[in-house]
């Protein structure tokens, strides 16, 4: 059998390895999963320190197979080091879970989120952490704000509407889709390349992510129908507007049209039209758009 011939040739428990690996896969993997996922609160550490032992395996046997390399030296060896490599990335791969599920938990232990002020606006806290935050177990779950905002019961009475930050330990599902990355501050605005392509530092400049903000407002507040083959009717229609007598319907199919664009990046929320002005045969959009971090952006588009 080959796993027993590789078991003596480095003296190497793989059976072991083996089963452990089917265990945790069928089992632990979907916990791991579900807490950054956010349908857990918390990891067993019995799951924890099982994944920690299951690296600190896969990096001896990669480093045995590197030391016994002459002696594993036909096809069916190459085969079983092949498996061992996927299963090494596969365990590697949990480390990068919080991308790929677009989570605020960077880590097992590490817990992160959104907080964004909030006025309280004539609402108890027991309506915010109900309505707003949308915890079940709103009628308890409402002490926590208070205790983050170190608030009194006087400091929170329906006269006074006192600005207080909400935290959420985790991003309500599907927050921002539009983003590979982990869902923590600045980083749900991902990093793009410059639209100009232009050379920074011996590579292709990349911008930051307030940047990247600016440049998406840009490319999708001046987005023509036909410019996305897959999507020929999302944008404004090429030269509709062009020397057409321009009225309130008119008005009023430019803030449909982007409003329909904006709502394609759930980045974005709270797109309003302030102000449209015809001037010879160009018109001027000036508008405003709010991320789901609270920054507001305030830009024109000229059609």
């Known amino acids: 059998m080959l796993i027993k011939r ?46 920690d032992e299951l690296i600190t395996e896969a990096h001896k046997i990669d ?39 677009r989570s605020s938990r960077t880590d097992f232990n590490f817990k992160s989120g959104y907080a964004h002020s909030y006025n309280l606006s004539n609402e108890s806290l027991e309506q915010v952490s109900k309505n707003i935050k949308q915890d079940t177990d709103w009628d308890n ?12 019961e006087i400091d929170y009475t329906v006269n006074n509407n006192p600005n207080i930050t909400i935290y959420q330990e985790k991003f309500v599902k599907d927050f921002v889709t539009s983003v590979f990355d982990i869902m923590v501050g600045e980083r749900i605005y991902g990093r793009d390349i410059d639209k100009s392509f232009l050379f ?34 999302l944008g404004i229609p090429s030269g509709l507007y062009t020397g057409s007598n321009i009225g309130s319907f008119i008005y009023a199919s430019i803030s449909l049209d982007m409003q329909k664009i ?31 971090l609270k920054m507001l952006i305030e830009a024109q588009s000229i059609l």
Request: aromatic letters at 16%; charged letters at 25%; glycine letters at 2%.
């Open 262 to 292: 904006f709502l394609t990046d759930d980045l974005f929320v709270n797109f309003t039209i302030k102000q449209i002005n015809h001037e010879e045969d160009k018109i001027f959009i000036k508008f405003e758009v709010e991320t789901k």
């Open 200 to 233: 920074e530092n011996d590579d292709i400049k990349v911008l930051n992510y307030k940047e990247t903000v600016f440049q998406t407002v840009n490319i999708l507040s001046s987005l023509l129908k036909g410019h996305i083959p897959e999507y020929p009717e």
């Open 63 to 101: 480093a045995i197979v590197n030391n016994f390399a002459y002696l594993l030296d036909n096809i069916d060896f190459w085969e079983l080091v092949d498996t061992l490599s996927d299963f090494y990335i596969k365990l590697q791969t949990i480390s990068k879970l919080p991308k790929y599920l």
């Open 141 to 152: 779950d409402w002490t926590k704000i208070a205790l983050n905002n170190k608030l009194l």
């Open 6 to 51: 590789f078991e003596n040739i480095t003296q190497y428990d793989l059976t072991s390895y083996f089963e452990k690996m089917s265990k945790f896969f069928k089992n632990d993997y979907y916990s791991i999963v579900a807490y950054y996922s956010g349908d857990i609160e918390k990891l067993d550490n019995d799951i924890i320190a099982k994944y």
